[in-house]
């Protein structure tokens, strides 16, 4: 993915300085009430989104994996982009590639990015988000072996990236009331635990501060990151309940509504850097995280295999992906 851990003080310290961008979040209020859970619906719920396929899921991240690495700037990253924006057209979307060259950490190292954008409902005003980051890590620093390897990223992120292909596959379906775009982010994993924040998610900050569209708005976000891993714990982090607590806690309602509380979790958790962050701050798009969290002894981390070569198909739930994409689906279709 893209943090160690190191930077949790400075994600909390980031946050409460961005406090006062919180006006322009669309009315939405973070709620401090934590409905409980439900593990089985408790009647019959009004379900407008066809059913999500997690079998069709797991098979694209297989296809991710079938390319090899999808580092950024490699030929496996640009034929991987090739077979994304095809697959989306075939779904019916309107796609564009958001092409760039940016800087890594180093300020030294040039990286040609894509952002892909696959809309639908197009002339829409009113629109939504989805997105996920499609570049695979560069290094397996979270590994004790080959550590300055590339890792597989079936889960990180590979898993964000096949929740939003078959969404796409059921948008063709059934078409969703409101505008929705599908964004991938490119250069989310470029980052280093030594470097600041900003060395990881090159490719949102650059849509932050060059929208694809101009003038262009969205009504909330929704960021989907090792949303695949098995054991998945979807926890409310900080930073997605200061920006948007309105959206987080429908999404979370949403799943525990269609019986996925295992998963969609009210406990909260701190804040931390993710592509969400620059949707918020440099987009102006209200955003939510929905990040795999694990509680352990020294605070809050990730899932096992994270940044690890480990992250592999075999780290994939079938049961993970059906819970994060029915929920998110529905959260689609639900929007008028």
Not at 186 to 189: I, P, Q, S, V
Not at 242 to 252: D, E, F, P, S
């Given at each position: 993915?893209?943090l160690?851990?190191?930077y949790?003080?400075?994600k909390k310290?980031?946050?409460?300085?961005?406090?006062a961008?919180?006006f322009?979040?669309?009315g939405?209020?973070s709620q401090?009430?934590?409905?409980?859970?439900?593990?089985q619906p408790?009647?019959?719920?009004v379900?407008?989104?066809?059913?999500f396929?997690?079998?069709s899921?797991?098979?694209?991240?297989?296809?991710?994996?079938?390319?090899?690495?999808?580092?950024?700037?490699t030929?496996?990253h640009?034929?991987?982009?090739?077979?994304?924006?095809?697959?989306?057209?075939?779904?019916?979307?309107?796609v564009?590639v958001q092409?760039?060259?940016?800087?890594?950490?180093?300020?030294?190292?040039?990286?040609p990015?894509?952002?892909?954008?696959?809309?639908?409902?197009p002339?829409?005003s009113?629109?939504?988000?989805?997105?996920?980051?499609?570049?695979?890590?560069?290094?397996?620093?979270?590994?004790?072996v080959?550590?300055?390897e590339?890792?597989?990223?079936a889960?990180?992120a590979g898993?964000?990236?096949?929740?939003?292909?078959?969404m796409?596959?059921l948008?063709q379906q059934k078409?969703?009331?409101?505008?929705?775009?599908l964004?991938?982010w490119?250069?989310?994993?470029w980052?280093?635990?030594?470097q600041?924040?900003?060395?990881?998610c090159?490719?949102?900050?650059?849509?932050?501060?060059?929208p694809?569209k101009?003038?262009?708005?969205a009504?909330?976000g929704?960021?989907l990151?090792?949303?695949g891993?098995i054991?998945?714990?979807?926890?409310q982090?900080?930073?997605?309940l200061?920006?948007?607590?309105?959206?987080?806690?429908?999404?979370?309602g949403?799943?525990?509504?269609?019986g996925?509380?295992?998963?969609?979790?009210?406990?909260?958790c701190?804040?931390?850097?993710?592509?969400?962050?620059?949707?918020?701050?440099?987009?102006?798009?209200p955003s939510i995280?929905?990040i795999?969290?694990?509680?352990?002894?020294?605070g809050y981390?990730?899932?096992?295999h994270?940044?690890?070569?480990?992250d592999?198909?075999?780290?994939?739930?079938?049961?993970?992906?059906?819970?994060?994409?029915?929920?998110?689906?529905?959260?689609?279709?639900?929007?008028?």
């Open positions: 993915m893209f160690s851990y190191i949790f003080m400075y310290i980031l946050f409460a300085s961005c406090v961008l919180a322009w979040s669309c939405e209020e401090n009430t934590q409905p409980p859970q439900n593990t408790v009647e019959a719920p379900r407008l989104a066809p059913a396929n997690a079998d899921a797991y098979t694209f991240i297989e296809k991710q994996l079938s390319f090899g690495f999808r580092v950024t700037g030929k496996s640009k034929t991987c982009a090739d077979w994304l924006v095809k697959k989306f057209k075939s779904y019916g979307a309107e564009m092409s760039a060259t940016v800087s890594t950490y180093d300020r030294k190292t040039q990286l990015i894509q952002n892909i954008i696959a809309s639908y409902n002339q829409a009113k629109r939504i988000i989805f997105s996920a980051h499609w570049d695979s890590r560069p290094w397996a620093d979270e590994d004790s080959r550590k300055t590339p890792i597989p990223a889960n990180d898993s964000g990236v096949a929740v939003l292909l078959e796409a596959r948008f078409n969703p009331t409101v505008g929705v775009d964004i991938l490119d250069a989310e994993d980052g280093k635990s030594d600041t924040a900003e060395s990881y090159l490719g949102s900050q650059y849509w932050g501060l060059h694809h101009a003038n262009y708005q009504y909330y929704v960021n990151d090792m949303v891993g054991g998945a714990q979807f926890l982090d900080e930073g997605s200061q920006y948007a607590g309105a959206t987080m806690q429908k999404l979370w949403i799943g525990n509504e269609l996925y509380g295992n998963y969609f979790s009210y406990e909260k701190p804040g931390l850097v993710d592509d969400h962050l620059f949707m918020n701050t440099l987009g102006k798009v995280d929905v795999d969290r694990r509680k352990g002894e020294d981390g990730f899932f096992e994270w940044h690890t070569h480990q592999n198909i075999q780290s994939i739930s079938k049961e993970t992906l059906k819970a994060v994409g029915q929920s998110v689906a529905e959260m689609a279709y639900r929007e008028k």
